[in-house]
């Protein structure tokens, strides 16, 4: 079975950190770039940060730059987002996807929406931010 599978979320206080992790089973990732996006209730999906194939690029929402920190290791079939200085609207479901193209997004009405040619989604981890 093809899927990618996100693990890592929770519960943290603001200013606390969390890695989160997306996983591939059935497929390697090497050829793909990868997306994280999230969802918060009542919210359109946007786009928070994505690194190439190679690893060599990666890009950011302005909401995260400096805060978050995309990479991934081939190896293990995994990308990893690296969450510090979290903040209550950091509070989201975090979803990651697969994609042919990069950057896996596009600029719509000033976010940063999912390509439609991403091939795979996980079904998301959960982060709160809250005291």
């Known amino acids: 079975q093809l899927q990618l599978v996100e693990s890592g979320g929770g519960l943290v206080q603001p200013g606390g950190s969390l890695r989160l992790s997306c996983a591939a089973s059935?497929?390697?990732?090497?050829?793909?770039?990868i997306g994280w996006f999230r969802q918060a209730p009542g919210k359109e999906r946007e786009g928070v940060s994505c690194?190439?194939?190679?690893?060599?690029?990666?890009d950011y929402a302005d909401s995260v730059k400096g805060r978050f920190t995309i990479s991934r290791d081939n190896a293990k079939n995994t990308v990893y987002l690296h969450m510090n200085r979290l903040k209550p609207e950091d509070t989201a479901v975090y979803y990651c996807?697969?994609?042919?193209?990069?950057?896996?997004?596009?600029?719509?009405?000033?976010?940063?929406?999912?390509?439609?040619?991403?091939?795979?989604w996980g079904k998301g981890t959960p982060v709160t931010v809250s005291s």
């Open positions: 996807a697969a994609d042919i193209v990069f950057p896996p997004w596009g600029l719509v009405g000033g976010t940063l929406q999912p390509s439609p040619s991403i091939d795979y």
């Open positions: 059935g497929f390697t990732l090497d050829y793909y770039s």
């Open positions: 690194i190439s194939y190679s690893g060599r690029s990666t």
